[in-house]
C-alpha cells in the first residue's frame, strides 16, 4: 500500500473536528458519524482503526510519530511497519475528511497509485512485509483547535485496505 505514510501522514497532521458522547461511566469518548472508532493504531501516535481492521488488506504492526502529538511548525516524521495481505493494484482510492470541530474543511478522494511516488513506492504494491518512513512539514500557521481526519483506503472491488482516524489538538503559542 504505497499512500499507507501519506495516509498516516494526513491522519495524524490533518485539521478536522470529531464528535464526543458520555459513556455509561461519564466519560467522553470519541465517536466518529457512522461508525464506531476501533482499536488504537499500535505504537506511538494519536490514530485509531474506524472499525475492527482483522478484515483490512494492510495489516499495520506499528506507526511511531516524531514529535507525538504534532507540533506546528515542526517536521513530523513518521516511521510504520506492516504487512499486506495482497497485491494493491490500479484503481485503489482513498477517501480523506478533514474536520475542525463540526466543520468539513476537506472531504476528497484520492486515486492510491497516482500518489504513490510521494511515498517512494510504485504501484502495484506488491503483498508482503512493508517498511515505511516519511517526514511531513506541519505548518506553523495551523489555527489553534481541535481537528479530526478520517483516511478511508479499498481497492478497485472495494475490499478494505485499512481507515484510520486521529484527533489532534493544536494549541495557542
Not at 68 to 93: F, S
Not at 149 to 172: E, H, M, S
Request: proline share 9%; aromatic share 6%; net charge negative.
Amino acid at each position: 500500500m504505497k499512500l499507507l505514510p501519506i495516509l498516516l501522514a494526513t491522519v495524524a497532521t490533518a485539521n478536522a473536528g470529531s464528535f464526543f458522547q458520555q459513556n455509561g461511566n461519564g466519560l467522553v469518548e470519541f465517536v466518529y458519524p457512522g461508525r464506531n472508532v476501533g482499536p488504537e493504531v499500535p505504537g506511538e501516535n494519536p490514530m485509531h482503526f474506524c472499525a475492527d481492521p482483522s478484515g483490512d488488506l494492510a495489516v499495520i504492526e506499528s506507526v511511531n510519530l516524531l514529535p507525538n502529538p504534532p507540533v506546528p511548525g515542526a517536521t513530523l516524521k513518521i516511521d510504520a511497519t506492516g504487512l499486506l495481505k495482497e497485491t494493491i493494484a490500479e484503481g485503489a482510492m482513498v477517501d480523506i475528511t478533514v474536520k475542525y470541530g463540526l466543520i468539513t474543511l476537506i472531504r476528497e478522494t484520492l486515486d492510491l497509485c497516482e500518489n504513490s511516488g510521494q511515498v517512494d513506492l510504485k504501484c502495484p504494491v506488491e503483498a508482503g512485509k512493508l517498511i515505511l518512513t516519511k517526514s511531513v512539514d506541519i505548518p506553523k500557521q495551523i489555527p489553534p483547535g481541535q481537528y479530526t481526519v478520517t483516511a478511508n483506503a479499498y481497492t478497485a472491488d472495494g475490499v478494505p485496505i485499512t481507515c484510520l482516524t486521529a484527533t489532534v489538538k493544536f494549541n495557542i503559542g
